[in-house]
């Protein structure tokens, strides 16, 4: 059986401009495709935490340093600039390899500079099942 597991994810980014009149895609910042393992034109899912909207796309690689996170095509109707996504990339693995699989997860700030990338996930502390979460 083979599974699908987030394999990487950009976290928080913000939406730096949205282009109608393109073709298609999400353009990143490259330096951040590279930080979080996302390859241009890998397939993504883009989920906006303004509007709940969730679609897929492919990635472009934008000009390094530049911090652009680019909706472009119909997708640019998904979000609006300043909006806050996180861009998602899934892989698939078998269920053992995916039972020690540990994906990077890169967490942005509001001007996509990169705060912490994490490798290693926590598990979750028990919690008394007598009160609610």
Do not use: W
């Not at 999400?26 to 509007?51: C, R, W």
Request: charged share 30%.
């Amino acid at each position: 059986m083979r599974l699908t597991m987030c394999k990487c994810k950009l976290h928080r980014a913000t939406i730096t401009q949205a282009r109608l009149d393109y073709e298609g895609s999400i353009t990143i910042d490259e330096e951040l495709l590279d930080a979080s393992g996302i390859l241009p034109f890998e397939k993504v899912q883009v989920v906006n935490l303004n509007t709940g909207a969730r679609f897929e796309t492919y990635t472009y690689a934008g000009e390094p340093g530049s911090r652009m996170i680019c909706l472009n095509g119909a997708a640019a109707r998904l979000a609006q600039i300043g909006d806050k996504v996180i861009i998602i990339a899934y892989c698939d693995m078998e269920a053992e390899e995916a039972r020690r699989h540990k994906p990077r997860l890169v967490l942005l700030d509001d001007d996509n500079d990169i705060r912490e990338i994490i490798n290693e996930i926590p598990q979750p502390v028990p919690r008394d099942r007598d009160h609610e979460c």
